[in-house]
């Protein structure tokens, strides 16, 4: 019998890739090879497994940016546009209407996204800018707030129109254009990494 986790996994990436209202349960129950029955013992509604599949992709990505490079790496400007490319590998096989279909018909749901997406531009981001501000890498004038909230707090509105950016570009043209341009408009003269050169 499939554990409550697989369960889970599964239903996630299946609601990110195809939308949270248009994968049913019963095209789950049939990946699986389950009966639909077997998804109620875990689930008394589906919207609670839309929940589960929110927070199962969220600790993912959270889990994600905590390891590897983007934990050791010590610029402050680097770790944000680490912290989007990892973000862009995941977003690419979310579907357009993955977020819209949350926003209308899986409200708790989505605000566990939006509370995650605020928590990382307003308290992570916002964070590694000021970090970054201090360390002369970013010019004084510069006002972060704004920063955060005109380009980085609604990131998901300007990939995911009616069709997905991801669709049309590649992540590495999405990450230099959406992240690494801004930063590079508001850096001072000198300041250089290796994703930002002179």
């Known amino acids: 019998m499939i554990c409550k986790s697989e369960l889970v996994a599964c239903s996630a990436l299946n609601f990110?890739?195809?939308?949270?209202?248009?994968?049913?349960?019963?095209?789950?129950?049939?990946?699986?090879?389950?009966?639909?029955?077997?998804?109620?013992?875990?689930?008394r509604k589906k919207e609670?497994?839309?929940?589960?599949?929110?927070?199962?992709?969220l600790q993912r990505y959270s889990r994600e940016i905590q390891e590897s490079?983007?934990?050791?790496?010590?610029?402050?400007?680097?770790?944000?546009?680490?912290i989007y490319k990892k973000g862009f590998e995941?977003?690419?096989f979310f579907s357009p209407t993955f977020l819209f279909g949350l926003k209308k018909y899986y409200?708790?749901?989505?605000?566990?996204?939006?509370?995650?997406?605020?928590?990382?531009?307003?308290?992570?981001?916002?964070?590694?800018f000021v970090d970054a501000q201090k360390l002369g890498f970013i010019q004084n004038e510069v006002n972060?707030?704004?920063?955060c909230e005109l380009y980085f707090l609604n990131l998901n509105t300007i990939a995911f129109g009616k069709t997905s950016l991801f669709d049309k570009y590649t992540?590495?043209?999405?990450?230099?254009?959406l992240i690494i341009n801004t930063i590079k408009g508001?850096?001072?003269?000198d300041y250089t990494n290796r994703f930002i050169q002179k």
């Not at 990110?16 to 090879?33: C, H, I, M, V, Y």
């Not at 609670?48 to 992709?57: G, I």
């Not at 508001?186 to 003269?189: A, G, L």
């Open 16 to 43: 990110a890739q195809f939308g949270s209202k248009r994968f049913t349960l019963d095209e789950l129950a049939n990946q699986l090879g389950i009966s639909k029955k077997t998804i109620y013992n875990y689930f």
């Open 69 to 82: 490079e983007i934990a050791f790496c010590k610029d402050p400007l680097e770790k944000i546009i680490l």
């Open 186 to 189: 508001i850096v001072t003269e």
């Open 48 to 57: 609670e497994l839309v929940q589960e599949s929110t927070v199962y992709l």
């Open 171 to 177: 992540q590495h043209e999405i990450l230099q254009h």
């Open 144 to 147: 972060l707030r704004l920063v």
């Open 107 to 128: 409200p708790k749901a989505y605000d566990l996204y939006y509370s995650f997406r605020n928590d990382l531009v307003n308290k992570t981001i916002y964070e590694l």
């Open 90 to 92: 995941h977003l690419k």
